[in-house]
């Protein structure tokens, strides 16, 4: 289907960065900002980042 474009360095960013944006909407008490972080969690996961398919980027 896709082939995996995020290299395992991007993918242990992506996931900090989730738990850095989900520690700090429970901070400032606004918990929906959370589900932001959806998005590279799931990139981290699948190892697929569309933005970088379309820009044809590879990590």
Known sequence: ???SNVGDADQVIRLL???V???FSLI???PMIALVA???IV???AGVCPLYS???LHT
């Open 17 to 19: 960065l989730a738990a």
């Open 54 to 56: 379309a820009l044809g």
């Open 1 to 3: 289907m896709f082939q």
């Open 21 to 23: 944006i989900i520690v």
């Open 28 to 30: 400032l008490g606004h």
């Open 43 to 45: 990139t981290a996961f």
């Open 38 to 40: 959806i998005v590279p």
